[in-house]
């Protein structure tokens, strides 16, 4: 019997990220629609399946989509890698990132969050969370669905201060439920309440945000505490830190993603542990911008207690490059350097941020981050054929996290369809971005009045 959008995905190592962690060999994967159907013998499924698509290479090392827990779609991407270094973390913010997002026009959304994914897919990024920065969602909506990824979005929400799309929390309260509506029905993109956070949000608003997520069977994101500065603020204004205010308000719980909470307390750590509530770490943005993660981060062992922690790459003058796997490595570093009494090796932790456990912190374990049965057929497939990775090693998972590099992956499938294959994306043309990226650099930096410039001299003959 065969059946139709019926594919065989094969490669010489499948991992799959299942309960107990199997990891196959000469096994392959059947896909119907899209969802994973069936897991076993290569040959025979291929031959039980005579009409089915055979996608695979016995040099394709077989890994979940990845999970990419905090990404900022609009704003920094088309001026990325412009912010000086030399400035502060704050001063990158509010003189920078903030006027280019005032300045982003509808298009700006749409191009920005297309070019975003689209790279994040070629890092083999299958869901990305939008961090809440944005203006247009319905443009950003369009991106995921031109490169064919999935994920969340939202929107600006504050109700402090006078930044773009600042709002009375009445007003905030009504773009978060216009973007639930949004994507009501859409198969792959959720609405998210999103607040901007750290201290740009009233105490109202954050409970009704909260209540508001629960309410909709969504999720609430929202920034805190990347900077030691953060919980000075929160003390001086309500004599608490930060996540022991919030938790009086009764809004922490498993809906909650937190992005950053670098800077905690013992407390504080506790307080996240009891209430199950999940954080988002950047670490390449705290180096990026010197927010003393080496020094006073406690995300390792917030993970090693049992903490719902998932990994982001943040926004491009932080992290610069959605290269996901390099941020796992990043992260299974520090926790070497930690030197907790854990129960398996660094590198393993570092790949369930990425896959499983990240979906687990975002509330999505029965749908994505591992390849079993009844799951979205979201998977990458790297090319093991390229001298670094000779000779193989026995444990994949090691050699996986250590030593791979994101340029090896060659195809990505999402929800079941081929989206990028040879290192390209299929849905659309990607060079045929890049002259409008670079116009749209120009003149958002023009309108927010910025003039970045190389520190080396640029000599053009
Ligand atoms: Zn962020």
Known sequence: MTEKNCVILYGNTIITM???????????????????????????????????????????????????????????RLIQSCIPSSIKDTEAIFDWSVPIHASHSPEDDEISATLSLAESVRCGITFTVEAGTVAFPEMVLKGFETVGVGGSIGSWGWDIGDG???????????????????????????????????DLMSDDLLQRASNLARDNLTNLTFHLSPHAGEASKYLEKTGMRPVSHINELGVLGSHVLIGHAVHLDNSEL???????????????????????????????????KGGRLCLGCDTENAGDSKDLLLTARLFAGLMQEAQLEIDKPTAQYALELITIGGAEALGLKEEIGSIEI?????????????????PLAPDPVMQLIW??????IDSVIVGGKLIVEGKKCKNFDELGLTDEAKSRQKNLLKSAGLNPRSYWPITTY
């Open 18 to 76: 299942d309960k107990d962690r199997q990891i196959l060999k000469n096994a392959a994967i059947k896909i119907v629609k899209d969802r994973i159907v069936e897991i076993g013998t290569k040959k025979k499924l291929i031959a039980s399946n005579p009409e089915a698509s055979v996608i695979g290479s016995e040099n394709f090392m077989v890994i979940p989509g990845l999970i990419n827990a905090h990404q900022h779609l609009t704003g920094d």
């Open 164 to 198: 773009p799309y600042a709002d009375s929390t009445d007003g905030v309260i009504e773009r978060q439920l216009q973007v639930i509506e949004l994507t009501k029905n859409h198969p792959s993109v959720k609405g998210w309440v999103t607040l901007v956070g750290h």
């Open 270 to 304: 506790e307080t996240l542990l009891h209430s199950n509530t999940a954080v988002a770490s950047s670490p390449w943005a705290y180096l990026k911008l010197g927010q003393g993660i080496t020094k006073f981060g406690r995300h390792p062992e917030f993970l090693s």
């Open 374 to 390: 009844g799951k979205r057929a979201d998977m990458v497939l790297i090319d093991t054929s390229g001298p670094s990775w000779q």
């Open 403 to 408: 030593g791979a590099s994101s340029s090896d």
